[in-house]
T-cell receptor, first 113, second 112 residues
Framework: DAGITQSPRHKVTETGTPVTLRCHQT?????MYWYRQDPGHGLRLIHY???????DKGEVSDGYSVSRSKTEDFLLTLESATSSQTSVYFC????????????FGSGTQLSVL | GQQVMQIPQYQHVQEGEDFTTYCNSS?????IQWYKQRPGGHPVFLIQ?????EVKKQKRLTFQFGEAKKNSSLHITATQTTDVGTYFC????????????FGDGTTLTVKP
């Protein structure tokens, strides 16, 4: 498996609190992505990064922000968590511009009560 | 926006039976990837198809990319219990590199 570490693996939080999820890679890949996965749905792109300090929105970016200050780290922040953000969050990396061969982390199960 | 539809949503088979999942895009794709996610796990890359009409095989798995590059299929011959999981397709548009759209997946269960 590619060197991708997500932390925490599990998180329970309350509505209205900020939450930050971390993705760390040791592959020196240029592209990093945050997806959410909900029952009955595929993976939906939240935000992605194509380099340090270079990020862009995905299809479900509302309520989320990201930061990438180093090649190896990509942070996802829920500014004010809501119950609709209860989900499994996956970080992924790739080396190529065409998003080929995404390598996924093990995921973070987030519950917002 | 781009939509990638995948059918069926669920498939239950007896071990040894064949299985096929289909992926259809509303727009022409530059490439399509397939991923497998075991229960409780993370998606794992299986293959990428790029050329119109392309067919690739991995042991009992056969992947096809349609001539119009709008649809794809994954066929498993003689399923085994190790094939259980959810299979996702992900399509990448020519003008939207780096933001593939995933289908909702087909969950395969195999009865021994």
């Amino acid at each position: 498996d590619a060197g991708i570490t997500q932390s925490p693996r599990h998180k329970v939080t309350e509505t209205g609190t900020p939450v930050t999820l971390r993705c760390h890679q040791t592959e020196n890949h240029r592209y990093m992505y945050w997806y959410r996965q909900d029952p009955g749905h595929g993976l939906r792109l939240i935000h992605y990064s194509y380099g340090v300090k270079d990020t862009d929105k995905g299809e479900v970016s509302d309520g989320y922000s990201v930061s990438r200050s180093k090649t190896e780290d990509f942070l996802l922040t829920l500014e004010s968590a809501t119950s609709s953000q209860t989900s499994v969050y996956f970080c992924a990396i790739s080396s190529g511009a065409t998003n080929e061969k995404l390598f996924f982390g093990s995921g973070t199960q987030l519950s917002v009560l | 926006g781009q939509q990638v539809m995948q059918i069926p949503q669920y498939q239950h088979v007896q071990e040894g039976e064949d299985f096929t999942t289909y992926c259809n895009s509303s727009t022409t794709l530059s490439n399509i990837q397939w991923y497998k996610q075991r229960p409780g796990g993370h998606p794992v890359f299986l293959i990428q198809l790029v050329k119109s009409g392309e067919v690739k095989k991995q042991k009992r798995l056969t992947f096809q990319f349609g001539e119009a590059k709008k649809n794809s299929s994954l066929h498993i011959t003689a399923t085994q219990t190790t094939d259980v999981g959810t299979y996702f397709c992900a399509g990448d548009r020519s003008t939207n590199a780096g933001k593939s759209t995933f289908g909702d997946g087909t969950t395969l269960t195999v009865k021994p």
